[in-house]
């Protein structure tokens, strides 16, 4: 079963806008790690965030970890219709094998 | 950087019909791979661990003799979908991490497998 859950499910903006999506999950973890899919193809990483650490940036791209509350938030601002994929959150408890969230798609309406 | 190939991209074959597909670490030794299936607007679920030189571990509801694991070397590891049914029809992707980075490193994901089963 997947210990991630993500919300929303999904998400449409227009370009500009900034988009956010939120991941939890259940069990004490390594690291926590924001990965991004294009229709059809494999897994792109963004971001891995350790569980002693609470945000990260690249480029447009902010993520925030919350290990009281075992949630995390990917942030991409400024979005363009580039950035329309499906995002998914996963998180590493040992031995690098990952569990992922549900995922969000995203549509960002040019 | 560091890259995994997996071939094919894309299967399109008869019910009971094997099919195997290839994932392969371009510029690291990968000791462990891993299998993942996803169904359309689904996540990825976790089939199996592929260890080099030892048996594969399969996750809860895994037909392991349906999904055969080789890992015979440290840059490749291979899944036979054995006697496919339409059911099995699904987009299969591999993944692997550089060992050597050690810790807290990200997976690098193949392009997946589209296998269609007719």
């Known amino acids: 079963s997947q210990q991630g859950e993500e919300d929303p499910q999904a998400l449409s903006i227009q370009e500009g806008e900034n988009a956010t999506m939120n991941c939890s999950y259940k069990t004490s973890i390594n690291n926590l790690q924001w990965y991004r899919q294009n229709s059809g193809r494999g897994l792109v990483h963004l971001i891995l965030?350790?569980?002693?650490?609470r945000e990260k940036h690249s480029g447009r791209l902010r993520v925030t970890l919350d290990t009281s509350k075992k949630s995390s938030s990917l942030l991409i601002t400024a979005s363009r219709a580039a950035d329309t994929a499906s995002y998914f959150c996963?998180?590493?408890?040992?031995?690098?094998?990952?569990?992922f969230g549900e995922g969000t798609q995203l549509t960002v309406n040019p | 950087g560091a890259v995994v190939s997996q071939h094919p991209s894309w299967v399109i074959c008869k019910s009971g019909t094997s099919v195997k597909i290839e994932c392969r670490s371009l510029d690291f030794q990968a000791t462990t791979m891993f299998w993942y299936r996803q169904f359309p607007k689904q996540s990825l679920m976790l089939m199996a661990t592929s260890n080099e030189g030892s048996k594969a571990t399969y996750e809860q509801g895994v037909e392991k003799d349906k999904f055969l694991i080789n890992h015979a070397s440290l840059t490749l590891s291979t899944l036979t979908v054995t006697s496919a049914h339409p059911e099995d029809s699904s987009f299969y992707i591999c993944?692997?991490?550089?060992?050597?980075?050690?810790?807290?490193?990200?997976?690098?994901f193949g392009d997946g497998t589209r296998l269609s089963i007719l």
């Open positions: 993944s692997a991490r550089d060992p050597v980075k050690g810790a807290n490193q990200p997976q690098h």
């Open positions: 996963a998180t590493e408890v040992g031995g690098s094998r990952l569990t």
């Open positions: 965030i350790r569980s002693n650490e």
